[in-house]
C-alpha cells in the first residue's frame, strides 16, 4: 500500500489545533492535521496517547476543548454524532444483542427513513459484499468473531458515509484472520471510495493497512507520512524506536559537511559515517538509529575502518523466514541484527558465541537531533 | 471422603429445616380440624374446612383484592421512576450532585420503615391541610408510600444492569442516526428489560408484605391483606390464618418453580446456538 500515491487535492477531514482537557489531563494536545480524500490514514501510538480521543471527536462523542474539525469543509462544532456524515466501528463492535444480523444493519438505515424494499435491497447487498449472506438470520451471540467484526463493518458502510472511523478494527482477531482481514479491509475500501480513519496501537496493523501514518504520542502528533517514510526516516528517537526494531547509539558529531557526516559515538570503535548532511549545531549531541535488517553479519573483518564493529553472539532466535542474533559488543553493548534465512540447510549459519563482524552501508543509520 | 458427604448432606439438611420447618408445620396445621391452633384433632384431619371458610369470607377477599392492586401500580410506578433514576446514575457521566442524588435514592433501603411511615403519614396530612391533596387516605396514599421506598430497589437493579453493558452500544446506536430517545426505545429499553421484569416482581413483593408502612397512612376502607392478617392474629390466631398462608406459599412458590425452569431452558438454548457458532465458523 505505500507504493499508492496520495491524491492531496482533496482535504477531507481537516483538524485546526484541536486539544482535548479531561480536568488537568490534557489527552489530545494541540494536533492539526489533514486527512484527503479516499486515503486510509492510521492514527498510530500506545495506549493513552491520545488516539482515541481525537477519533471520538471525530464521530462527536466528544467535543474539543478548543481548535476546530472539519468535514468536507463544515465546521462540526455543535453537530450531534447522529448528523454527522461518518460512521464508526467499535473496537468491541457494539453489535446490539438483541437483533439479527440482518436487523444490526438495517438499523442505520431505518434512521434515515428509507423504504422497506429499499433497506432490504441494501441490507442483502451489504452482507453479500461481506460475505454474511447466509447468517443473516443469525444473533451476534452465535456468530465467530471474525463475522462479529464483518457484521460491525457492514453495519457502518451500509450508510455510505465518506468517512468511517474505525478502532482498533482487528484488535480482537486472532493473527491468521488479522492478515486476512487486512486485505479484505483494504479491497473494501477501495471498491466504495470511502476515506477510513484507523486507530491502532498495532505498529504491523498501521504499515499494511495505512497510505499515511499519524504517530502520536502524549497527545501530540509527532511524526505524520508514508508507511516508508516513517519507517526509514523516523524523524525523533521516540518514532524510531515504536515502530519497528531498532539498535540506537548516543554519540557526538565530529565531522559535519553538507554531503556527509562522522560520528563518534561511546559504545563503537570505529566512527560512523552517514552519506548525507543533517541539520544540527556541531558537536551536538546525536542519536544513530540502526534497523536490524541493515546491519551485515559475517565471520570475516569488513574492508574499511569505519560503519563497523565486532562481538559475539550471545542469543539466536529462529522465527522461520529469518533469524535474530543478539551480539554483545567488546564495549558490552548489544546490537540486534536481522538475518532473513536463504539457506533451508543450517550448516552455514553462524551459532552461539562465534565472534562475528558487523557492518552497514552509509546511506542505513539515521541521525537523530531529538 | 464418604464421611465428609455425610457431613455435608447432614448440615445442608440442617439448614433446610431450618428454614422451612415453621412453614411446613403451618401449612399441616392448616388441614386441621380443630378450633384451637396448636392442639391437633387426629380423629377428623385433615379437613379443608378452613380453605371453605376462607372463600366465604369477604373481608379477607377483598383485602387480598386491594393488596393485590396496590402492589401492581406500586410496582408498575417504581419501575418508572426507578429505571429513570437508575438511567441517570449509570450513564449521564459525573454530573454535579451525583452522589448526592446516588445517595438520596437508596437511602430509603436502609431507613427504618416506622420513620418512613410517619414522614409519609405527616407529609400527607400536611398536604391535605394546604392544597387539599390527597383527600384522606387510602390506597392511593399507601401506593405512593410504597412507590418511594420500592423505587429504591428498582434504581439499584437497573443501574447494576446497565453498569454490565457497554455503553458502546448506544453511541453507536447514535453513530448510525438514531436520535437519543429512539436509542433509548429501540437499544436500551430492550435490553435492561430483565431488570425491569426482575425489578416489577421485586417492586410487587415488597409492596404486597408491606404491614408498618400501610399501617400509618391507610385509611377506612384500605386495609391490606398483611394488615388484615396482623389485626386478626392479634385477636387471637384461628386457624384459616394458616389457610390463607399456605395458598400464599403455594402461589409464591409457583412463581420460583416456573421462572427458574424458564431461565434454565434460555440458558441452555444460549448455550447451545453459541457451540453452533462456534463450529459453524
Known sequence: MSQKTIDRSHEYVRIEGVTKRFGDFVAVDNVSLSIFKGEIFCLLGGSGCGKTTLLRMLAGFESPTSGRLLIDGQDMAGIPPYDRPVNMMFQSYALFPHMTVEKNVAFGLEQEGLSKAEIAKRVGEMLDIVRLGDFARRKPHQLSGGQRQRVALARALVKRPKLLLLDEPLGALDKKLREHTQFELINLQEQLGVTFVVVTHDQEEAMTLATRIGVMNKGQIVQVGTPTDIYEFPNSRFVADFIGSVNMFDGQLVEDEPGHVRIRCNELEATVFVSHGISAPPEAKVSVAIRPEKIEMSRSAPVGTENCAKGVVKEIAYMGDLSVYLVRLESGRMVRVTIPNVERHADERIVWEETVHLSWRPSSPVVLTI | ?281
Request: no cysteine; charged share 15%.
Open chain 2, 1 to 281: 471422603m464418604n464421611n465428609r458427604g455425610w457431613f455435608r448432606n447432614g448440615m445442608l439438611g440442617l439448614g433446610l429445616a431450618f428454614l422451612y420447618i415453621p412453614i411446613l408445620s403451618m401449612m399441616v396445621f392448616s388441614f386441621n380440624n380443630s378450633r384451637l391452633v396448636t392442639v391437633w384433632d387426629a380423629e377428623n384431619s385433615p379437613t379443608l374446612r378452613w380453605y371453605v371458610r376462607l372463600l366465604e369470607n369477604d373481608q379477607l377477599l377483598g383485602a387480598a383484592w386491594i393488596s393485590v392492586q396496590i402492589a401492581a401500580m406500586t410496582a408498575t410506578g417504581a419501575v418508572i421512576l426507578g429505571t429513570i433514576a437508575g438511567l441517570v446514575l449509570a450513564r449521564f457521566g459525573p454530573f454535579r450532585g451525583r452522589a448526592f442524588l446516588s445517595a438520596m435514592t437508596t437511602a430509603p433501603l436502609v431507613m427504618p420503615e416506622v420513620i418512613t411511615g410517619i414522614a409519609m403519614l405527616l407529609l400527607f396530612v400536611s398536604l391535605e391541610q394546604l392544597i387539599g391533596w390527597p383527600e384522606g387516605r387510602g390506597m392511593l396514599t399507601i401506593t405512593i408510600a410504597h412507590i418511594t421506598f420500592a423505587m429504591a430497589y428498582v434504581t439499584v437493579v437497573v443501574q447494576s444492569r446497565l453498569a454490565g453493558f457497554d455503553d458502546a452500544l448506544e453511541e453507536a446506536a447514535l453513530d448510525l442516526g438514531a436520535k437519543p430517545a429512539t436509542v433509548f426505545f429501540r437499544i436500551t429499553l430492550p435490553l435492561i428489560v430483565p431488570a425491569l421484569v426482575s425489578g416489577w416482581l421485586l417492586a410487587f413483593t415488597l409492596s404486597w408484605d408491606d404491614v408498618v408502612i400501610s399501617q400509618f397512612v391507610s385509611g377506612p376502607g384500605s386495609s391490606t391483606l398483611p394488615m388484615e392478617i396482623f389485626s386478626r392474629v392479634r385477636r387471637g390466631v384461628s386457624p384459616d390464618i394458616n389457610a390463607l398462608a399456605t395458598i400464599l406459599v403455594l402461589i409464591v412458590a409457583t412463581g420460583v418453580v416456573l421462572s427458574t425452569l424458564y431461565m434454565k431452558h434460555e440458558e441452555k438454548r444460549r448455550l447451545r446456538e453459541e457451540q453452533m457458532a462456534r463450529s459453524g465458523n
